[in-house]
Antibody, heavy 116, light 107 residues
């Protein structure tokens, strides 16, 4: 069973770049599409984008200019970078696996990021 | 596509029936519509995919349906563990979007 674990700094400063990692265990990062989703405190869910080890990547247009997703097959990890941070980027960031039946079937526990 | 969930909050007692609605601003293909459940301090959990198929391990008191722009999640008899926030999601057209959520709380 695939398991996901996000990691990264809990606190970042405005205008800096956030880097998060999602470690995949129980499966190969090459086998699936991987997504990042975030949830601001007390708010709903916002999809950031997806990535695949082939380089096939799609970003939410609302974030496209500031986001980069990538896959590291040697480490079995997925990475997220968000630049030019503001307080509005404060959120729990989740990585999630995209299932063949068109849904997120496995989620990481999420990592809280505060921009301040 | 904007997904609007209603009601925002549903106050019910254990054993009662819950009916949650999700309306899309444009038509969504049935294979691209999903429901999730989220409890405090936990990630969302997949409940229903392709409009009406329960995910592995989801009790049969959860059912869902709909088509086009109107989708519904029904919990036939609420159990204590069902009190949570429920989100709908579509990926008919990118970007993928979620509804704002319906909170099912204990009355």
């Amino acid at each position: 069973q695939v398991q996901l674990q996000e990691s990264g700094p809990g606190l970042v400063k405005p205008w800096e770049t956030l880097s998060l990692t999602c470690s995949v265990s129980g499966g190969s990062v090459s086998d699936h599409y991987w997504n990042w989703i975030r949830q601001s405190p007390g708010k709903g869910l916002e999809w950031i984008g997806y990535t695949h080890y082939t380089g096939n990547t799609y970003y939410n247009p609302a974030l496209r200019s500031r986001v980069t997703l990538s896959v590291d097959t040697s480490k079995n990890q997925i990475s997220l970078r968000v630049s030019s941070l503001t307080a509005a980027d404060t959120a729990v960031y989740y990585c999630a696996k995209w299932a063949v039946f068109n849904a997120f079937d496995i989620w990481g526990q999420g990592t809280m990021v505060t921009v301040s | 596509i904007v997904l609007t969930q209603s009601p925002g909050t549903l106050s019910l007692s254990p054993g009662e029936r819950a009916t949650l609605s999700c309306r899309a601003s444009q038509s969504v293909t049935s294979t691209q519509f999903v429901w999730y459940q989220q409890k405090p301090h936990q990630p969302p959990r997949l409940l229903i995919y392709q409009t009406s198929t329960r995910a592995a391990g989801v009790p049969d008191r959860f059912s869902a349906g709909g088509s086009g722009t109107d989708f519904t999640l029904t919990i036939s008899r609420l159990e204590p563990e069902d009190f949570a926030v429920y989100y709908c999601q579509q990926y008919n057209n990118p970007p993928l979007t979620f509804g704002g959520g319906t909170r099912v709380e204990i009355k």
